[in-house]
T-cell receptor, first 110, second 113 residues
Framework: ETGVTQSPTHLIKTRGQQVTLRCSSQ?????VSWYQQALGQGPQFIFQ???????GRGNFPPRFSGLQFPNYSSELNVNALELDDSALYLC?????????FGSGTRLTVV | DAKTTQPNSMESNEEEPVHLPCNHS???????IHWYRQLPSQGPEYVIH???SNVNNRMASLAIAEDRKSSTLILHRATLRDAAVYYC??????????????FGTGTRLQVTL
């Protein structure tokens, strides 16, 4: 098992720009979820993909979008960045009962 | 989503047992009780889960009340490496559909020598 890998680890963007975050799921996991974690808070669910189809979404606007690829890697795209989008973005993959999380991408919007 | 209530913080001495409580009075019959922990600068890590019976694994034990309205995560011998934020989460097990994790603010466990 190689675990969940996210890239980049840190990123600084300007308000209004677009960003793409990437995630390589753990081998054999067909479900991937993305979470946003603000400082001092628990992670908040953004959306989930199962076999390349979105099958659940949290309370996030449409400018947050994603993709899951046939090899189960995934992307999170955020358009028109706002200052409040500054957070740790976590990717998690799952095959059965437990999720395996990556270490996250720290996004700072200035 | 059914909610959970945990203390904001707890302290423990190293090599002593730690009991982390969680209240979930609105739990439904299909909700599993999951525990995750988040070490500093890392993503959450799965610890344990259960439905009705007490569960043990190499990391911890989970004690579930008979009415399922509360549970306790037990670390049998706390070490400095167990210092983390511990999250108690209710999760409906729907294979192939959205069974997201709804995190609260968790319990910050401090372990001292």
């Amino acid at each position: 098992e190689t675990g969940v890998t996210q890239s980049p680890t840190h990123l600084i963007k300007t308000r209004g720009q677009q960003v793409t975050l990437r995630c390589s799921s753990q081998s054999g996991h067909n479900t991937v979820s993305w979470y946003q974690q603000a400082l001092g808070q628990g992670p908040q669910f953004i959306f989930q993909y199962y076999r390349e189809e979105e099958n659940g979404r949290g309370n996030f606007p449409p400018r947050f979008s994603g993709l899951q690829f046939p090899n189960y890697s995934s992307e999170l795209n955020v358009n028109a960045l706002e200052l409040d989008d500054s957070a740790l973005y976590l990717c998690a993959s799952s095959q059965d009962y437990g999720y395996t999380f990556g270490s996250g991408t720290r996004l700072t919007v200035v | 989503d059914a909610k959970t209530t945990q203390p904001n913080s707890m302290e423990s001495n190293e090599e002593e047992p730690v009991h982390l409580p969680c209240n979930h009075s609105t739990i439904s019959g299909t909700d599993y009780i999951h525990w995750y922990r988040q070490l500093p600068s890392q993503g959450p890590e799965y610890v344990i889960h259960g439905l009705t019976s007490n569960v043990n694994n190499r990391m911890a034990s989970l004690a579930i009340a008979e009415d399922r309205k509360s549970s306790t995560l037990i670390l049998h011998r706390a070490t400095l490496r167990d210092a983390a934020v511990y999250y108690c989460i209710l999760r409906a097990m729907n294979t192939g559909t959205a069974s997201k994790l709804t995190f609260g603010t968790g319990t910050r466990l401090q372990v001292t020598l």
